[in-house]
């Protein structure tokens, strides 16, 4: 059958041209190419030989070459027949569906019904001339103005500024949306991988691979697109992303060559001829099928406002489609649970605004309600008039002015400003952070970020340069502290050097010219390798002939460096048939294999147990001492018969013949130790978590500043680190991680492993009173788990492998420990420009609804109109959002300590500012309201009629109001007390061009707004005296400053309100998520009456506490509530009474203390 194919194909190929155009002149089509892809293991071998006779015969059909790659004459023919390396985006949302999702608001939409009722009711006259009278003070006033037509303009004005706030939202989802794709195509752009065209190994984007394309793959790549292998090296991949199997799958040009996209390379190296991209890879297939569910994800990916790289849903999503549709349900849960547990300041937020929510509700209801009653009562009761059925409508007009006045009380009460603030100030920081070279994958890492407690570092590259150069080594019993001249080594010793390096080392590590002159060469591939390499053209020889004698594919097996045998061996045949393996690889590891070592003759003499103790104390501990990383270069001859049992790794790897310790130096970077004192300062604990040897890492450590001579810290390796950390049974145990992390600062010699128990221990540690947050920098593959776990992972953008980057948060892309610095002032000012927007924000909230409900009910109507209640919305909620949330950050955001997670959004200064700053603008207002017209001997505006023309006494109240926000903004910069409001001001041109905006804004309304806006033009001293009182704003923020904190003790109190509340937001909702049966209901109940129980005993010890110093009780008790299970600890929340009840007793605990 397959020779009939295979016939048939060649057939087709040469005899029929129109079908030699449709495959585009190429030997196989796409469809072939699918179907074989579909294959595993053998049944692929076989296929390929049926088919193509070999690998060659492929390549040929592809017009490919196994060794030299494509030409690139003919890329745009390869993408049109087999397709671009890209799976096409969902389609943006355009901006009218933006436009229709705007218009789905809940207050929106009662004020568009109320609006348009208004605007058909104002159309309406009573018949008859006299109804005037017999309808009362319903149309008392209206008819004398002649202004009754203009009735429909309030009504129509309501709708204008409804379209207003409709186009700004949508605006701002736009652009959101539009900053995201960016974000998306940035990260997709930073993803390069390398291919062999025309004999040269290129980078290309991932996006320009094409099917015939020859790529090199290594250890910790994420594999673009399907291919088959040609040549490979102990290859190990991880295809638990397509198969949900999580053993490694090793695969071999002979028996499993099949490599598909998406699927991780977890060890060792090789050439795969790529031959399926995009929608025709198998991940690509699996997105058309699931073509149908994207929508949906999509959403749910947005409402988080979380941004997920192309490959990491490439990843989630095979999984769900292999498992079947239950799994998908629940593996969509788990997503949503774990991420949004992970934003803490979003949870505060939606907590905070439904609370403030409910409060405006119950404040509007009761206006309407208060206005209904008071009207009736006057109308019905007092003056005892009839219901006129010609006068229903006027009545209605009356009821519906109410309803809106109520409406409008609360669209200001509701701060639904909140969302787009953090969304602004978390797209602006993603921007600007990107400029100080961190690519932030998930928007919610920012903030985090502003966390922080602790920073687990790697050392190489991260805290160094990562350019090694060999500067020290040990060779023929001689300990040279410099690299010696060439003539001083047996050309025996000299040779074997030179080939144990030149061949060992993966054939992409090369040493290249400098680009600059005068310019250090260039590094290209393992730096550790490059420093070897170094050593070898420093003995005045080459790699490269060595290298182009024996290429890659006649190395005869290659044991691939991985973290569990932290050496690399290659073993090559020798011309007599006989086998020689090279070996390098960390010193004391390799030593510990070898039982010779070249003497100053190059001639192997006994290496003995006390020769190796001599060995590590005089040659490697004075090393790594001085902070050099020590590499051993070893050898082994094997006879040609009986040939080894290559796969018996135990018995290969040893009895090994030490050539030389090389000791390479990795200079720390300069900018390391200042970045390290800078993060101290600031309450972030630095540890170093590395793989190297114990000494080198204390040595570095000590140079960066992460430890000082005196202090008492742990420096331990990982093997005592376990030592310490588990129980007889090998058990990780939290008390014991306990006794060790608060100490700890260096961790040798550790494993990925070790790195994912350090930082779960750190995380899970109930030492202290605030969950620790954890940031966690990685490189390699097996980082994954511990970039994943912590709250933070930073991967390296230019050593990390694609694994690594893909388990990440943010990417570095300098590599620098000094831009993880940079994260945390960008993360803490996210949360301060929140901070500052909420206390401006509460302020108007407070005010402006206070003062349309005693408006309200004193005098029969809101002093500020339902149109001025939209521009005041406007003003707080989208334009100054834009303004506090665009501060530029500043070094003294280092010069605190952390937040920590359960901290109340409002602090006391916040509340005492709020406070103080309401009580001032409602001073004003109400003076304003009630005496007023004697003031400026004007007409009083209260009591008028319905329809009645704007008053001057009522423009100057909107008038002041507008202008004592917007001298308030300028307070709202600063939130710690400080005294300077105006400090750096100029340095944030958004926020000057936004208060000069709204300035001019409100003088145009004010002028020449009119009935719409129900205002009545100011002269110049009106103006003067409005600005006036809006100036004295600053002046009490200097009073409300001078007042200390410690004064006001219900202050604590208030901070602590929220304190309760806010934490369990995010975790209320994921428990919202899953679906509870009713065993499961019943057994809540059961917890949250025992929580109950547990919270008043526990609220009685801190008042306890508060008064003896000892707090060792309370630790306990905490420390027992949260293993009992962190469910409980969301279900504690879930009922109000108890909520109510913590209120109440929680202040008592800090009242003690001022």
């Known amino acids: 059958m397959g020779d009939l194919t295979n016939s048939d194909y060649y057939a087709k190929n040469q005899g029929n041209d129109v079908s030699s155009n449709h495959e585009g002149g190429f030997g196989v089509s796409v469809m072939e190419l699918r179907d074989l892809m579909e294959l595993r293991g053998s049944e692929a071998v076989v296929k390929i030989q049926e088919e193509y006779g070999d690998m060659d015969g492929l390549c040929q059909r592809l017009r490919t070459s196994p060794t030299e790659g494509l030409t690139g004459d003919d890329l745009d023919k390869r993408k049109e027949v087999y397709g671009e390396n890209l799976i096409p985006p969902k389609k943006p949302k355009t901006f009218l569906q933006l436009v229709w999702e705007a218009l789905q608001d809940v207050t929106l939409i009662i004020l568009e019904v109320a609006a348009l009722i208004s605007l058909g009711l104002s159309f309406y006259q009573p018949p008859g001339g006299d109804s005037g009278e017999s309808c009362g003070t319903a149309a008392a006033g209206a008819e004398d103005e002649g202004e009754a037509e203009a009735g429909w303009i309030e009504g129509a004005a309501i709708l204008l500024s409804v379209v207003c706030v409709v186009l700004v939202t949508a605006f701002n989802d736009w652009s959101k949306e539009k900053q995201f794709r960016g974000l998306q195509s940035r990260i997709e752009q930073e993803q390069k991988f390398q291919v062999v065209r025309g004999a040269q190994v290129i980078q290309l984007p991932v996006a320009d691979i094409v099917v015939g394309d020859i790529a090199q793959i290594k250890y910790g790549d994420l594999l673009p697109a399907d291919g088959v292998l040609i040549q490979g090296n102990d290859l190990k991949i991880d295809e638990s992303s397509l198969t949900g199997e999580s053993d490694h799958v090793k695969k071999d040009a002979d028996k499993d060559p099949m490599l598909l996209s998406g699927t991780h390379v977890m060890e060792g190296s090789g050439r795969m001829l790529v031959t399926a991209v995009g929608v025709n890879s198998q991940t690509g297939i699996i997105f058309t099928l699931l073509g149908a569910g994207e929508p949906v994800e999509e959403e749910k990916k947005k409402e988080k406002v979380k941004k997920q790289d192309g490959a990491a849903a490439m990843e989630m999503q095979p999984l769900k489609s292999a498992e079947g549709g239950e799994m998908e349900e629940k593996e969509k849960k788990k997503a949503n649970v774990s991420k949004k547990e992970k934003s803490v300041l979003q949870g505060k937020l939606t907590k905070l605004a439904v609370q403030i929510g409910k409060a405006g509700l119950v404040m509007s209801a009761i206006t309407v309600i208060i206005l209904v009653l008071y009207f009736a009562v006057d109308n019905f009761v007092l003056q005892k008039r009839p219901w006129l059925t010609e006068c229903t409508p006027i009545y209605v007009q009356y009821f519906v002015k109410f309803f809106i006045i109520g409406v409008t009380v609360l669209v200001v009460a509701v701060p639904e400003g909140l969302p787009l603030a953090v969304t602004i100030s978390l797209a602006y920081s993603v921007k600007k952070m990107m400029k100080d070279n961190n690519l932030v994958r998930h928007l919610d890492a920012c903030e985090t970020m502003g966390n922080a407690t602790a920073i687990c570092s790697d050392k190489t590259g991260t805290l160094t340069t990562n350019r090694m150069t060999a500067v020290a080594c040990y060779v023929g019993d001689v300990h040279y502290k410099e690299i010696p001249d060439p003539g001083a080594l047996t050309a025996k010793s000299l040779d074997i050097l030179v080939n144990a390096i030149s061949l060992n080392s993966a054939y992409t590590t090369k040493i290249l010219p400098a680009t600059k002159e005068g310019g250090l060469p260039m590094q290209v591939g393992n730096k550790t390798e490059c420093g070897l390499l170094g050593l070898v053209l420093d003995l005045k020889r080459d790699y490269q002939p060595i290298r182009n004698q024996i290429p890659e594919e006649k190395l005869y097996k290659v044991y691939t460096f991985n973290s569990a045998r932290k050496s690399m061996s290659t073993v090559i045949k020798l011309s007599d048939g006989s086998f020689r393996m090279y070996s390098k690889g960390a010193s004391e590891i390799v030593l510990k294999k070898c039982t010779k070592i070249l003497n100053q003759e190059g001639e192997p003499r006994v290496f003995r147990p006390r020769d190796k103790d001599e060995m590590v104390k005089k040659v490697i501990e004075p090393m790594a001492c001085d902070g050099l990383r020590t590499i051993c270069v070893a050898y082994r001859d094997f006879p040609a018969d009986p040939e080894p049992l290559w796969d ?37 604990t630095v540890r170093m978590v590395t793989g190297d040897n114990i000494n080198t890492a204390r040595a570095i450590a000590i140079k960066c500043g992460i430890i000082h001579p005196g202090e008492d810290f742990l420096c331990i390796d990982g093997k005592e680190f376990n030592r310490r950390i588990r129980n007889e049974k090998g058990e990780v145990e939290q008390e014991r991680m306990d006794k060790v992390w608060p100490k700890l600062r260096v961790l040798a010699r550790s494993s990925p492993t070790d790195k994912h128990t350090l930082v779960k221990g750190i995380i899970d540690s109930c030492l202290t009173d605030q969950r620790q947050v954890v940031a966690v920098t990685g490189d390699g593959t097996n980082d994954g788990p511990a970039l994943k776990k912590a709250d933070v992972g930073f991967a390296m953008g230019i050593a990390g492998t694609d694994v690594a980057k893909e388990a990440s948060d943010i990417i570095l892309t300098d590599d620098n420990f000094s831009s993880i610095v940079k994260a945390v002032m960008w993360g803490r000012n996210v949360y301060d420009s929140i901070s500052k927007f909420l206390q401006f924000q509460l302020t108007v909230n407070v005010v402006a609804v206070i003062v349309a409900f005693t408006g309200a009910c004193i005098t029969q109507d809101s002093p500020l109109k339902a149109v001025q209640m939209l521009w005041v919305n406007l003003i707080m909620d989208t334009f100054a959002s834009l303004a506090l949330a665009t501060e530029p950050p500043t070094e003294a955001l280092l010069m605190r300590k952390p937040y920590g997670r359960n901290k109340p959004l409002i602090s006391s200064t916040m509340t005492k500012n709020i406070l103080g700053h309401g009580i001032y603008q409602l001073v004003i207002i109400f003076s304003l309201l009630f005496v007023g017209e004697q003031i400026f001997d004007i007409d009083s505006g209260r009591h008028a009629p319905l329809h009645s023309p704007p008053s001057e006494h009522y423009t100057i109240i909107f008038n002041t109001f507008v202008l004592m926000q917007l001298f308030n903004e300028i307070n709202a910069r600063k939130i710690h007390g400080e005294r300077n409001v105006f400090d750096g001001i100029f340095r944030n041109p958004i926020f000057c061009s936004i208060v000069f905006g709204t300035f001019a804004i409100q003088i145009v309304i004010v002028q020449f707004g009119g009935k719409p806006f129900s205002c009545t033009p100011l002269d110049l001293e009106k103006w003067g005296w409005c600005t006036f009182l809006g100036l004295g704003e600053l002046v009490w923020g200097q009073v409300i400053a001078t007042i200390p904190n410690c004064k006001l003790r219900f202050l604590r109190g208030a901070g ?99």
């Open 1056 to 1154: 602590q309100l929220t304190k309760k509340n806010e934490m369990p937001g995010d975790e209320d909702m994921n428990e919202d998520n899953e679906e509870i049966d009713h065993a499961e209901r019943e057994l809540r109940r059961g917890q949250v009456l025992w929580f109950r129980g547990l919270n008043r005993i526990q609220t009685q010890i801190d008042v306890v506490n508060t008064f003896k110093s000892g707090s060792s009780y309370q630790g306990q008790l905490r420390r027992q509530s949260s293993t009992t299970s962190q469910n409980q600890d969301v279900t504690n929340v879930s009922s109000p009474s108890h909520v109510s009840l913590s209120n109440a007793l929680s202040p008592t605990s800090p009242a003690g203390q001022c």
């Open 648 to 684: 018996n790794e135990n018995d290969i790897l040893n009895e090994l013949t030490a050539v030389c310790v090389v000791g390479i130096e990795d200079p720390v970077r300069p900018e390391v130790p200042d970045a390290i004192i800078r993060c101290q300062r600031a309450g972030i």
